[in-house]
């Protein structure tokens, strides 16, 4: 009986460790590495600007539906709508070149504030956030389009995108107003 129970627990012991020991001899991830499903020839800039570009893109198509949902005004639902179709066409067209997207999450920090908010608040903000996060996807999408370090596909990619974004942009512009921060000010109106 002993000697069954030393087999036993020699096995055991043989059979956690093995997994620890083949480990050691495994080469480690690189960090710069495609991500599962990625495309292989895609550079470590390419990369990167699917990364951002991704989050950008939930990040909009996310808002875009909280919009449609809390806007007060028809023309913000209208923009969100035509945003979402943008967006989604974006997301594909990304995948086309690029591969499945990266496993990146939509930016909490935009869309915590439009979460609380309906109405006329809602419409202010999400106009404000919008004007923010076009301006810096357009940045993203021209830098990227004529760097050399990325490869041709992304770069045609960044190029195609870029008159949407851009007409995003001034959209968001237009309803934010001429003074979008306006909305966001805590100082209280004097009265004399």
Known sequence: MNARVLTLACAI???CTAPAVLAQDAPAARADAPAAGARADLTAADRDFVMKATRSNKTEIAASELALDSAQSDEVRQFAQKMLTDHRKLGEDMKKVAGP??????DTRVLAPLRELEG????TTFADSMVEEHEKAVALFQKTAGDDAHSQGIRDLARKALPTLQQHERHAKDLAGSEPSQAHRTEPTRTN
């Open 120 to 123: 006329d608040a809602f419409d």
């Open 101 to 106: 997207p990266p496993a990146v999450e939509a």
């Open 13 to 15: 012991a043989a059979a």
